[in-house]
């Protein structure tokens, strides 16, 4: 098909030509004595993105699922009994790993289109004398139904329950875009992925780990070997990895923390939000219709999960905007297969780029029979576009 593919899936995002072309390189020694310059460069440009001083970036060849893999066999015991919530496809996968590998999952249902039911979390670390909740898992924006949750007040549940457990948080879809305080927030273990806020293929797995989570790490019996967070924190310590790491990525990855860095933390959040800002006023005013997320707290500035109406089927727009108008939208998983389709606001994005990805939508919709007004999406958010701009944070105000 002629013309550029639009790319509006939550994830992989659009790739920088900077980073594309940092990632243009031929492969080097891995254990030369100039590599460690490349690796501490981008373990330490992490920490700033993590919000942390005091934790351990970590990069695996891997995703952001072998991340969720790493946090609960390094720092848990077999059996260890783990409490999470359900909303939406990526908890839910959250889940399956941990009662798969032998863990003994608590988990608060709560109705999709909803987050981390925060008063829930309190009651159950209260209702546990024993202590034998070991980590308290949180999965921080749920990509399936775009729902941002708060990780702050379920720290502050942990703290008020006087509870001990470790905390997990899944930002594979937030890290970059949405923000997110590691020591701030108590953060034990930080989950993330490559191909979201920050910008590059898929193929790295994110993740930052902190001195108590480390410290349980050397003692935790669960098996894994690959995913050892000891091995990997040794390495690095040394400037090395334990196995070969892809070096075109890590060239990728200074390139894409050096732009986060030229456009400072606080203006990426802040472009985000007012990007979901223009989607959600395409949404409500222009087309009328409806988020998966059920109230303004839980809406998300990466995804925008969108009903369709009674007797249309999401995945007809999916496909009808991919094969008719070259435009990639995210599909309904699982329990809303069919009631929505979601567009990815984060990452490399601007103004433009996502007039695209609402005219193509708006185009699908119509095809397929949505009774929606023509250029109305795409009107309403040229209107907040128009009367907003993204809120600018001096340079040295940004963190
Ligand atoms: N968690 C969330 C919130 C996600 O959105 C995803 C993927 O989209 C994952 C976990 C799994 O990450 P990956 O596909 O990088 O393994």
Avoid at 21 to 36: G, I, K, L, Y
Avoid at 235 to 257: C, D, H, Q, V
Avoid at 314 to 328: E, H, M, P, Q, T
């Amino acid at each position: 098909m002629a013309g550029r593919n639009f790319l509006f899936v939550p994830g992989p995002t659009n790739v920088p030509d900077r980073v594309l072309r940092a990632m243009v390189v031929s492969q080097e020694d891995h254990r030369s004595p100039v590599f460690p310059e490349l690796a501490r460069a981008c373990l330490n440009a992490l920490k700033p993105v993590f919000k942390t001083t005091t934790a351990a970036p970590i990069i695996f060849p891997a995703s952001g699922t072998g991340c969720w893999e790493a946090a609960v066999t390094n720092c848990l015991n077999p059996g260890d009994r783990v409490l999470i919530a359900r909303f939406g496809q990526f908890s839910h996968l959250w889940i399956d790993m941990c009662q798969r590998l032998g863990f003994e999952v608590e988990i608060l249902e709560t109705p999709w289109g909803e987050g981390a039911p925060v008063d829930r979390y309190l009651a159950a670390l209260e209702a546990d004398k024993q202590h034998r909740i070991k980590a308290v898992l949180v999965t921080q924006n749920e990509t399936a139904t775009g729902v941002t949750s708060d990780v702050a007040a379920v720290r502050r549940a942990m703290d008020s329950a006087k509870h001990p457990a470790l905390l997990f948080v899944d930002s594979v879809s937030a890290l970059a875009s949405i923000d997110f305080r590691m020591d701030e927030w108590g953060v034990d273990v930080c989950v993330s992925g490559s191909q979201k806020g920050l910008m590059l293929p898929a193929g790295l797995g994110v993740t930052c780990v902190s001195q108590k989570a480390l410290a349980a790490a050397k003692g935790a019996t669960s098996r894994r070997c690959y995913f050892d967070y000891n091995d990997m924190v040794n390495a690095n310590a040394n400037g090395y990895f334990p196995y070969t790491p892809s070096i075109p990525m890590l060239y990728g990855l200074r390139e894409s923390l050096a732009i986060l860095a030229e456009e400072g933390l606080e203006n990426v959040f802040h472009r985000h939000h007012y990007l979901a800002s223009g989607v959600r006023a395409a949404v409500f005013e222009g087309w009328k219709l409806k988020l998966c997320a059920v109230a303004p707290q839980w809406y998300s500035d990466t995804v925008s999960a969108i009903m369709v109406p009674e007797g249309i089927n999401g995945a007809d727009v999916i496909s009808r905007a991919y094969r008719r108008y070259n435009l990639a939208l995210g599909a309904g998983l699982s329990k809303v297969a069919g009631k929505l389709f979601r567009i990815g606001h984060l990452g490399d994005m601007n103004e433009l780029m996502l007039l695209g990805a609402i005219a193509g939508a708006e185009m699908a919709m119509l095809d397929v029979g949505v009774k929606i007004e023509p250029g109305s999406g795409v009107a309403a958010a040229q209107k907040y576009w128009r009367a907003n701009s993204p809120v600018i944070v001096a340079k040295d105000a940004a963190a």
